[in-house]
T-cell receptor
Framework: DQQVKQNSPSLSVQEGRISILNCDYT??????FLWYKKYPAEGPTFLIS?????DKNEDGRFTVFLNKSAKHLSLHIVPSQPGDSAVYFC??????????FGQGTTLQVKP | DSGVTQTPKHLITATGQRVTLRCSPR?????VYWYQQSLDQGLQFLIQ???????AKGNILERFSAQQFPDLHSELNLSSLELGDSALYFC????????????FGQGTRLTVV
């Protein structure tokens, strides 16, 4: 039972363009959502988060949008840079505290 | 550097054996999470401890167990190892049980041969 789904295993964009990574969830008990970035041979690194009471959070080039009615969130990276190439994980926090991760999307930003 | 330390970085062991993975959380963090990442898979939540007590359980096998000690470091014990247990095991920590963001260690790569 995959409660957090990232349906696109990979995404390729041109440098300077927008990258949009998507995530869907099924559990209404999630109250906080996070995005992590992971480079090979390293642990995931926290990127940005959003509370379930908000619909948008922005931090520099990164913006996360939350659509609660659709149980959908997305991460926008503008402009995309080659250094953004990594695996991106969406995560959702259950109101009991546990963090559930999606399968990840591999982003490749081409120069 | 996230401040979360995992040891060892690499571990190779035979089927049927038992291993212990260790995690030291960031200073001040009370919560520790364990995750398993198998080849081409996402991060599977195993278990969470908060201030020494088990807080949440995920898809953790009965052959696996964990604990968090009074100094807040945590150990994940894997026994009767099978080839399919080969994976990256990550530990993460956060300040509270009802988290703010969690910070991950570099992981322990376990290879069962």
């Amino acid at each position: 039972d995959q409660q957090v789904k990232q349906n696109s295993p990979s995404l390729s964009v041109q440098e300077g363009r927008i990258s949009i990574l998507n995530c869907d969830y099924t559990n209404s008990m999630f109250d906080y959502f996070l995005w992590y970035k992971k480079y090979p041979a390293e642990g995931p690194t926290f990127l940005i988060s959003i509370s379930s009471i908000k619909d948008k959070n922005e931090d520099g080039r990164f913006t996360v949008f939350l659509n609660k009615s659709a149980k959908h969130l997305s991460l926008h990276i503008v402009p995309s840079q080659p250094g953004d190439s990594a695996v991106y994980f969406c995560a959702a926090r259950h109101n009991t505290g546990k963090l559930i991760f999606g399968q990840g999307t591999t982003l490749q930003v081409k120069p | 550097d996230s401040g979360v330390t995992q040891t060892p970085k690499h571990l190779i062991t035979a089927t049927g054996q038992r291993v212990t993975l260790r995690c030291s959380p960031r200073s001040g963090d009370l919560s520790v999470y364990w995750y398993q990442q198998s080849l081409d898979q996402g991060l599977q939540f195993l278990i969470q401890y908060y201030n020494g007590e088990e807080r949440a359980k995920g898809n953790i096998l009965e052959r696996f167990s964990a604990q968090q000690f009074p100094d807040l470091h945590s150990e994940l014990n894997l026994s009767s190892l099978e080839l399919g247990d080969s994976a990256l095991y990550f530990c993460a920590s956060s300040v509270a049980g009802f988290g703010t963001e969690a910070f991950f260690g570099q992981g322990t790569r376990l290879t069962v041969v």
